[in-house]
């Protein structure tokens, strides 16, 4: 089994910055691409960025120049640094994980989820 921990979010103003965290635990191996996503009320869920185990970066339009994501594969941790933050970024972000199991299974995992709400 992996778990997916997220940590970090919060209420903040427009403007201000918050950094979500996303540590894996249980039976890994190694993990491939981790991403954050997020779904705010009556819309989809959307990938915001993701990271390679390597460091490749892919963003969002709607994020790009605001937020970072980065990795510790020592740590087995992702982490989401955004700044400039805007009402229309209010959301629940959730940490995904595509993992390679100790039993050389590979899964896809979600984390529970940490909510995100920027005022005006």
């Known amino acids: 089994q992996v778990q997916l921990v997220e940590g970090g979010g919060g209420l903040v103003q427009a403007g201000g910055s918050l950094r979500l965290s996303c540590a894996a635990s249980?039976?890994?191996?190694?993990?491939?691409?981790m991403g954050w996503y997020r779904q705010a009320p009556g819309k989809q869920r959307e990938l915001v960025a993701d990271i390679t185990r390597g460091g490749a970066t892919k963003y969002a339009d709607s994020v790009k120049g605001r937020f970072t994501i980065s990795r510790d594969n020592a740590k087995n941790t992702a982490y989401l640094q955004m700044n400039s933050l805007k009402p229309e970024d209010t959301a629940v972000y959730f940490c995904?994980?595509?993992?390679?199991?100790?039993?050389?299974?590979?899964?896809?995992?979600w984390g529970q989820g940490t909510q995100v709400t920027v005022s005006s």
């Open positions: 249980g039976s890994i191996f190694s993990i491939n691409t």
């Open positions: 995904n994980a595509d993992v390679w199991t100790t039993g050389w299974v590979q899964r896809n995992y």
